[in-house]
């Protein structure tokens, strides 16, 4: 990591040019003085950031998606994931499918199985990534029902996943933490496009992540 104690810039995705694009900005809005450089990003006085959430609308959800949250824990990192192309992730990422889809599956194993051993142990978890999908029924590309078998294959590893920890975890508690976990909104009749129903879209998310804000 940079040396950025609240402006976290992870060197695997950001490039001295995007530090420099963002220093350039930071100058002009007067965040920083004129002359200052690169190691003064840290300087930057933003505000403590509590919780974030972090939103992709199709192929932006694949994106979103593959940012672990590992990489940024002092972030406490949710997703809101909009029509998430998971039909056609073969014609967006090409060779990369396998490679996006297993970053998604990989953060929601880890965040069920941190809160699994939360339950278990009746400790207070520290904060464990949440994942809502809001899909369309009527998704132009992944059908609803391609979207219910992906869910429930998504669901099924995570479940597995939990299986194989040691000590072993009790089926009802793995159900309970892939379900903390995993959320569903279902928009009735919407198309990929959501045309006139983008306020549907930021209601399923709001009423969904406005609880978390409360909780580790």
């Known amino acids: 990591m ?4 609240r402006l976290p810039l992870h060197p695997r995705f950001h490039s001295s040019a995007d530090c420099k694009s963002l220093l350039a900005q930071m100058r002009a809005r007067g965040f920083l003085l004129p002359d200052a450089n690169i190691d003064q990003l840290d300087a ?3 505000p403590q950031v509590t919780h974030t959430l972090l939103c992709g609308y199709s192929y932006g959800a694949m994106l979103a998606a593959s940012v672990a949250s590992a990489d940024y824990p002092q972030l406490k990192i949710d997703y809101a994931l909009v029509s ?4 056609v992730l073969w014609a967006l990422a090409l060779q990369r499918r396998g490679w996006y889809l297993q970053r ?5 194993c880890d965040a069920a199985a ?3 051993v939360a339950l278990a142990t009746n400790s207070v978890p520290a904060h464990v990534p949440r994942m809502l999908f809001v899909a369309g029924t009527a ?6 029902a391609a979207y219910d078998r992906w869910w429930i294959q998504l669901h099924a590893k995570a479940i597995q996943t939990l299986q194989t920890l040691q000590p072993p975890v009790a089926s009802d508690v793995a159900d309970r933490a892939v379900s903390h976990v995993l959320a569903i909104a279902r928009i009735t009749n919407a198309d990929h496009g959501w045309l006139r129903r983008e306020s549907e879209v930021a209601d399923a998310v709001v009423s969904w992540w406005t609880p978390l804000q409360s909780m580790p």
């Open 114 to 116: 941190a809160y699994a």
């Open 84 to 87: 998430y192309p998971c039909s």
């Open 139 to 144: 998704d132009n590309f992944t059908s609803i």
């Open 44 to 46: 930057v006085p933003l």
């Open 2 to 5: 940079l040396a950025a104690a």
């Open 104 to 108: 998604l599956a990989a953060t929601v």
